[in-house]
């Protein structure tokens, strides 16, 4: 048997302009990355790797903002 660890952080910095067409509504976005983010990176992570470990993504914090324009 092999076996081994490996763990990260993973960061994902989101910046998109507001009016980009087919843009969730700024709430819903919001939600999206408190709420769904760390399951679809699991699941993209067990996707590729489910088969040959057991993959857990927890996560530490989330955020999303408007900024200024200037």
Not at 18 to 29: A, I, M, S, T, V
Not at 33 to 49: G, K, Q, R, W, Y
């Amino acid at each position: 048997m092999i076996k081994g660890k490996f763990a990260a952080t993973i960061e994902i910095d989101i910046a998109v302009d507001e009016n980009k067409p087919g843009l969730l509504p700024f709430e819903k976005l919001k939600e999206s990355v408190h709420n769904e983010m760390e399951t679809a990176v699991n699941d993209i992570l067990f996707d590729e790797f489910g088969d040959i470990a057991t993959v857990k993504v927890t996560k530490s914090f989330a955020d999303l903002y408007i900024t200024e324009r200037r």
